[in-house]
């Protein structure tokens, strides 16, 4: 293991210690290039449609601005503090905090040892991300993602806070996975249903099924499971998504850094390098739980790295693992219904360079019918955007691979790079409006874009698949990241190409008078990096979260904490709704039955929020309301 303090590593700084960025890069070139995007950017941003369409020119930024607010509230400033902030007129309360019990018995969070091994499947989990609320039998039941560990807050005895045997590794497996619980609005507000038959915690052990074209082959195989066919557990649960039927989708993203070698010179499969498995593991997993060494058990990674649905209605139900949707590091899973009664699950891959995709079922929703197949069979593509503003989803099949359908399955970051699919700037969320027929993916930054090897060539992604400047991904070094937008051709999200345009660049138009400054809703009162999680609610308007630098100081001056903003797609407006403690990301939003309540995630605060100095930092879920009661969305 090396000296480096692997704790303080976000997942992209981890990614570059395995695959290292280069020494030299052409600045000049790129900066060039991305300044010559402007006019072509002119000509695709469109902030609506009629006179702001496509041909008519740029829009005025202050003529589209002026235009009517659908904002119910009034934009807050950047923050720097470590609390949150919300509009006048609007309250927030925590709902759920890491270490919170879901069961009566279990003791809150002791701020000495980061909680005990024995109540660790018992509470709320770290890191809340992704989550989708439900309505079963009456009852409000969420489902809520816990992505990773914060070592040095979980086991906060340890060095460094990693794991130094069985028991502390088996305590940071059950703090991920997922939470189902109920919760319930009482006078103090919402609150966690406890002992309710609905709560549970599906975490890195806990068995659920493979299904798809990959279940039972070879390639899943192992000691442990020779049927190829039962999994232990889902990891770094990311981005969620909701079927039509009422289940839950977690997203397996990062589940590559649970994996390492206990033979530092182990000879690894080839197939690792593009998913970024390597011989050092990120929390010492395989030095305490075999499963996670590859060098006993090369074919484990391999069964992660997917969709997985569990029904928050059946808790003794088991998770579905559905490798049909393909193995990428999964952000999230937007589904809609197409006209046709198919089921459209749109999903991003967030790394650099890698792609975004559209799964498209064989067989029909109907309301109260099987749903069995839905998400087994039917055709995984992958999106090819063209610098003309139209774009096609390109099949994955073994025609057009030359691969199998399970190979596809479990390879398919090369499947996709067999058919030329478009380099992105790290694909995060995808959200389809229920108003219109178009979708969102936040496109979250990608500092490598444009820039050279040290020998020279045009950097790629980990397949050798060029990140060139252009169509969707604009800008060179790009810090602040950008919203492409999509249009399904015929309003079909089953047709087989779209039309595209950007719905925002961010930037700073303080720091920067080129295309580093954003498109033209980026001012200085509502500038922003790094779009991460977004939904779009039942009227229309986006949610936009940010994952991004919260340093406030140069290329990111005046930008602030990490926030949540709202878009309206009519006009391009975008305002700041909340601001989040420093240090932490704001990821995860959903709404209660009544939608007079959203419930927002706070992930990995560095300042000791919400209880206060002396305490241990906690991811929390907060609900917010209008203090008028009136709906939030
Ligand atoms: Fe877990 Fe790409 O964010
Ligand atoms: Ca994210
Ligand atoms: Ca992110
Ligand atoms: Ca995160």
Redesign the pocket.
């Known amino acids: 293991m090396s000296d480096v303090d692997l704790s303080n590593l976000s ?1 992209d700084e981890w990614d570059e210690r395995i695959n290292p960025p280069p020494a030299v890069t052409d600045f000049d070139r790129v900066v060039e290039t991305a300044i010559s995007r402007r006019g072509f950017l002119g000509g695709l941003l469109v902030f609506g449609s009629g006179a702001a369409a496509l041909g008519t020119g740029l829009l005025s930024p202050s003529a589209a601005l002026a235009s009517t607010s659908r904002f119910a509230f009034k934009p807050i400033p950047i923050a720097t503090d470590g609390t949150v902030h919300v509009p006048e007129g609007y309250t927030w309360k925590p709902l759920a905090k890491w270490g919170q019990p879901l069961f009566s018995g279990v003791s809150d969070l002791d701020h000495a040892t980061g909680g005990d091994l024995a109540s660790s499947d018992k509470v709320f989990g770290e890191n809340t ?1 992704g989550m989708e609320a439900f309505l079963v039998g009456g009852r409000q039941v969420i489902a809520i993602n816990h ?1 990773y560990v914060n070592e040095k807050v979980n086991l906060p005895k340890n060095e460094k806070g990693m794991p130094t045997s069985a028991d502390d590794v088996v305590k940071l497996q059950n703090l991920q996975g997922v939470t189902v619980m109920e919760i319930a609005e009482g006078d103090d507000g919402w609150s966690i249903v406890l002992d309710s038959p609905y709560n549970r915690r599906i975490h890195h052990r806990t068995p659920m099924k493979l299904t798809g074209p990959a279940a039972g082959h070879d390639l899943v195989k192992t000691d442990l499971d020779p049927t190829g066919m039962e999994v232990l557990g889902t990891l ?1 649960n ?2 969620s998504g909701k079927t039509p039927w009422g289940t839950y989708l977690t997203c397996e ?2 589940f590559n850094g649970y994996f390492g070698s206990t033979v530092a010179d182990a000879k690894l499969p080839g197939d690792y390098k593009r998913y970024g498995i390597a011989a050092e593991g990120r929390y010492a997993y395989e030095k305490f739980d075999e499963r996670f060494d590859v060098s006993k058990h090369p074919n484990e990674p391999r069964r992660h790295g997917y969709v997985v649905e569990i029904d928050p209605s059946k808790p003794d139900s088991t998770p579905l693992k559905h490798t049909a949707l393909g193995r990428i ?1 999964h ?1 999230n899973a937007a589904c809609v219904v197409a006209r046709d009664g198919r089921v459209v699950v749109y999903m991003g891959d ?1 790394e650099r360079g890698e792609f975004l995709y559209r799964w498209v079922s064989n067989g029909v929703y109907v309301p109260g019918g099987d749903t069995s197949t839905l998400l087994v069979d039917g055709t995984l593509s992958v999106a090819k955007f063209a610098e003309d503003g139209n774009g096609e989803w390109l099949a994955l099949t073994p025609e057009s691979t030359g691969m199998s359908a399970a190979e596809i399955a479990v390879f398919t970051r090369m499947a996709a790079s067999k058919v030329g699919a478009t380099t992105m700037d ?1 694909p ?1 969320w995808v959200a389809v409006s229920p108003v219109a027929a178009e979708a969102y993916c936040c496109l ?1 930054n990608n500092s490598r874009r444009g820039t050279l090897t040290d020998d020279g060539k045009p950097r790629g992604n980990a397949g050798g698949d060029v990140m060139a400047v252009g169509g969707p991904n604009p800008r060179a070094k790009n810090e602040y990241g950008q919203i492409v937008r999509w249009y399904p051709a015929d309003e079909d999200h089953t047709a087989g190409g779209f039309k595209w345009d950007l719905y925002v660049m961010a930037g700073n138009p303080v720091v920067h008078k080129d295309a580093y400054a954003g498109s033209g809703n980026i001012n200085e009162g509502n500038m922003f990096n790094s779009p ?1 999680g977004m939904m779009i609610d039942s009227t229309g308007l986006i949610w936009i979260q940010t ?1 991004g630098e919260d340093t406030n100081e140069g290329e990111f001056a005046g930008q602030g904490n990490n926030q949540m903003l709202a878009g309206d797609p009519a006009t391009g407006r975008i305002e700041r709704f909340l601001t989040g403690p420093k240090g932490s990301e704001v ?1 995860g939003l959903t709404w209660s039955a009544d939608r007079r309540t959203m419930f927002v995630g706070i992930q990995h605060p560095d300042a000791p929020f919400p209880d206060g100095e002396g305490k241990l930092p906690r991811s929390t879920v907060i609900a917010i309301k209008r203090d008028d009661n009136a709906l939030v969305g």
């Open positions: 997942w991300d992505e770094n990311c981005g993203e990062n590091k952000e967030d790290r995060e979250t991460d994952d990821t």
